[in-house]
C-alpha cells in the first residue's frame, strides 16, 4: 500500500507549496536582474577577487567543466570576466572585471533590499532567528537528497 500523500493543511504539505511560491518569486527576480543566473553564480565566486583556473571554478561551483567553460566563455565575451596568463603557470587564470562586479554588486543591492523588505514582514522577535533556521533547513534538506543537491565536489 503507497504511504499517502499529504494534506493540504499539514506542515509539510504548507512548507511545499512556500518554497514553490519562493522558487516562482526568484524566477521573476532573476528576470528582472541585469545578469542572468550563469553570469550572477561567476560574480557571486568572483567577488572574493581570487583569480582561478576554469578548473576551480568548475570544482567550486560543483559544475561540469564544459558548462564551465561555456559559461565564462560567456562572461568573458560580456566583459564580466577577464582572462590572463600569470608567470610560471601553464593554465590560464580568470578573474572578474571592475565593471563585471559593478553590475554584479547592483542587482545585489537590489535582491538583498526585498530580502530585507520580506525579512521586516515578519514578527520581529523572529527576524534573527529565521536567516540560521532557514540556513539549517537548506542545509538538511540538501544533505536528504544527496550529492544531486548540487554541494560543492570536495578537492
Not at 571554478?57 to 567543466?65: A, I, P, R
Request: charged residues 25%; aromatic residues 6%.
Amino acid at each position: 500500500m503507497a504511504t499517502p500523500r499529504p494534506l493540504p493543511d499539514e506542515p509539510g504539505w504548507q512548507l511545499a507549496s512556500a518554497l514553490s511560491r519562493l522558487d516562482r518569486a526568484q524566477r521573476a527576480a532573476e528576470a528582472g536582474a541585469t545578469l542572468g543566473i550563469a553570469d550572477s553564480r561567476l560574480m557571486w565566486l568572483f567577488s572574493d577577487h581570487a583569480p582561478r583556473t576554469l578548473k576551480q571554478v568548475s570544482d567550486d561551483l560543483g559544475l561540469e567543466q564544459s558548462t564551465v567553460n561555456r559559461q565564462a566563455n560567456a562572461a568573458l565575451a560580456a566583459g564580466l570576466l577577464r582572462r590572463f596568463r600569470e608567470p610560471g603557470r601553464p593554465a590560464q587564470l580568470v578573474e572578474a572585471t571592475p565593471e563585471g562586479l559593478t553590475t554584479f554588486a547592483q542587482d545585489l543591492d537590489g535582491h538583498l533590499g526585498r530580502l530585507e523588505s520580506a525579512l521586516a514582514s515578519l514578527p520581529e522577535h523572529c527576524r534573527e532567528e529565521f536567516p540560521a533556521l532557514l540556513g539549517a533547513f537548506v542545509e538538511a534538506y540538501a544533505a536528504a537528497i544527496g550529492p544531486a543537491a548540487g554541494e560543492p565536489r570536495e578537492a
